[in-house]
C-alpha cells in the first residue's frame, strides 16, 4: 500500500507537470496557426470580393495594350521607313 502512495506522488508531482509542460510547447504554436490561418481566411475573403471586377479590368487592359501595340508599330515602321531613306 505504501507503493502505491509513492506511485501516486511521483504521478501527482513529477509526470503530470512534465505533460503539462509538453503540452503547452504543443498548444502555443498551434494556437498561432489557428491564428494565422483565421488572418488568412479573413483577407482572402475579403480579396476574392475585390476579383469579382477583374474581368472587365482585363478587357480594358487588352484594349489598351492593343492600342499601344498598334502606336509602336506605326512608330518602328516610320523610323524604319527613315533609316532607309538615309542609307543606315
Known amino acids: 500500500m505504501f507503493l502505491w502512495w509513492i506511485g501516486n506522488a511521483?504521478?501527482?508531482f513529477v509526470v503530470l507537470p512534465i505533460v503539462a509542460v509538453l503540452m503547452n510547447r504543443i498548444v502555443t504554436p498551434?494556437?498561432?496557426i489557428r491564428k494565422t490561418v483565421d488572418d488568412i481566411l479573413y483577407h482572402g475573403v475579403i480579396l476574392t470580393g475585390e476579383l469579382d471586377n477583374v474581368p472587365a479590368m482585363l478587357a480594358e487592359t487588352d484594349a489598351t495594350v492593343n492600342e499601344v501595340g498598334l502606336g509602336a508599330t506605326r512608330y518602328v515602321k516610320?523610323?524604319?521607313?527613315l533609316l532607309q531613306t538615309l542609307g543606315v
Not at 516610320?78 to 521607313?81: A, D, I, L, Q, T
Request: aromatic fraction near 0%; hydrophobic fraction near 50%.
Open 30 to 32: 498551434v494556437d498561432r
Open 10 to 12: 511521483i504521478l501527482l
Open 78 to 81: 516610320r523610323v524604319g521607313g
